[in-house]
């Protein structure tokens, strides 16, 4: 049996294609799997900021595409570039286990940046969440592939990154300050891979079946609750992090304003994930305030 893995071209996304691969290959020895490498528009474009290219979507929607026109017969995601739903016609059926979920600084450490410190990421998360714990920041764009933002990580007193792109790299900068979950909640998915094929295609869904793993599919399907509750509209800071611990979940999320003067929180627990990811959006869109957050943007 042959099929065909679709993928984006970096460094990184190479390594989660043949990671997944080789979990297959564990499984089915007999497997052959063909790498269709197709290049996005967050790709093509390397200098326009993320959220004009659209945000989430501008690293998966050519990618979804080649699987939806049959050239590939499945995608492999970081899930963090995830938008809430899939595009008619695809399904997401399989997480394999879920690497470090946490956001680092390279650079320096975070008690340690000075007054005013120049910080460096293309993601509005990172740098309205980290203004709301030190006003004082001042935030530059930074874009580029790991190796490309880890050349110009000299420019700046620090850049922020996910601590699992490294990790997965083998890449190890002088100074990396892994950030707690308190000081930067993680995006919704990050640190998890995620695997999309056609709709009602049974025989890859059992196939995958295999290397998911059941605990991250539980916290990622819980996070992505809780995005798609916000709305396709939410363009606003969010992050959700969800901890699997026996039949339970505890979800944390975050909704805050881009600059980061408001920022809300809340934690709960649960044993099913899409009503605790609904929940815990209603929450801080009902009872926080977050839809009046909203409504201001």
Known sequence: MKIRAATRGSPLALWQTNKVISLLSADFPELETEIVIVETTGDKDRETSLSELGGQGAFVKEVQLAVLEGKADFAIHSAKDLPAMSPDGLQLIAFPERADSRDVLVGKHWEELPHEARIATGSIRRKAHLLHQRPDLCFEDLRGNIETRLKKAEHYDAIVMAKAALDRLGLTPEVVD?????????????GALAIETRAQDENLKALFSEIDHVDTHRAVLAERAFLHELGSGCDLPVAANAVVSGDGISLTAVVSSVDGKSLLRTTETG???????????????????????????
């Open 178 to 190: 892994v950030l707690d979950p308190s000081i930067l909640l993680p995006q919704v998915g990050q």
């Open 271 to 297: 044993q099913e994930s899409l009503s605790l990811g609904k929940s815990v959006a209603q929450n801080l869109l009902d009872t926080q305030g977050g839809r009046e957050l909203l409504k201001k943007q």
